[in-house]
């Protein structure tokens, strides 16, 4: 993966499909992914701006994403990432089974998790005892829900903390609110995929639960009382279907769900 690139995605020539495939689409396809397992989900962890590793089921997980990417014949040309370890590390065993080349592989920080602030490293039954349910889900689903900042002492706590250069103190330990990273994440979108998408590009998108969320909120114009409803499944690829001027055509489709509309 590069931390960026010198031409725009768009403009760089397609490495061509999965082995097999002759014909081009007239338009790209884009496919978001959650990352697989972490070492923070197996605990049921808030991970945040923390950066847990993927457990061995979340390895596994990411290379099932990409054999099912490749059974049902969707070639990826461009992959961008998340900078954190779990989406990295998803990103490419799916880009290596796939066989993405390295150039083609684009880190943008833009798509790191959402700031949790002071849920951040608390297993989430524990949240929800400590703050109760109407700030919890406050705070994990208002589209302005923004949990309190962490405190120095609590972050000296936590397990996984990213490497400074990758995400500082002050933000490690601030909180987000969905509106946030709907902000952060639009230019992500708008810069880098549907450029891609109406180059006839096929664009893999790794990232998070709730970085992943608010694209969908800008993908699918989703009500800001549906957000709660927009969650991926982690490691399930989401593929969406695009028109020529790289419009989003329709909600997305989970790869395993292809097959059934196929044969309906």
Excluded at 25 to 48: I, K, W
Excluded at 82 to 90: N, V
Excluded at 135 to 156: F, H, I, M, N, V
Excluded at 226 to 251: E, F, H
């Amino acid at each position: 993966m590069t931390p960026g690139t010198d031409r725009p995605a768009a403009s760089r020539p397609n490495p061509g499909r999965v082995a097999g495939e002759q014909t081009r689409r007239p338009s790209g396809t884009l496919v978001l992914l959650r990352n697989g397992q972490s070492q923070a989900d197996g605990g049921q962890v808030f991970a945040g701006l923390l950066d847990p590793h993927l457990t061995d089921v979340g390895l596994a997980e990411a290379r099932n994403a990409g054999e099912m990417l490749r059974a049902h014949r969707i070639g990826i040309d461009l992959v961008l990432s998340s900078p954190l370890a779990r989406a990295l590390q998803t990103a490419g065993v799916v880009a290596d089974g796939l066989g993405v080349p390295q150039d083609d592989r684009v880190i943008d920080a833009r798509l790191r998790a959402r700031g949790l602030g002071r849920l951040t490293g608390l297993a989430k039954r524990r949240a929800l005892e400590k703050f109760g349910r109407d700030s919890y889900l406050e705070w994990r689903y208002a589209l302005d829900g923004c949990p309190p900042p962490a405190t120095p002492e609590q972050a000296t706590t936590w397990q996984w903390s990213p490497p400074a250069d990758l995400v500082d103190a002050e933000t490690l330990r601030a909180g987000e609110s969905l509106r946030d990273v709907i902000a952060r994440v639009r230019p992500v979108w708008t810069d880098a995929v549907q450029p891609a998408l109406r180059a006839g590009r096929n664009v893999l998108l790794v990232a998070h639960g709730d970085s992943l969320r608010a694209l969908r909120a800008v993908l699918e114009d989703v009500a800001s009382d549906r957000l709660g409803d927009s969650s991926i499944t982690p490691a399930q690829p989401l593929v969406y279907g695009c028109r020529t001027d790289g419009r989003i055509v329709g909600p997305g489709r989970y790869v395993e769900d292809l097959d059934q509309a196929h044969d309906a």
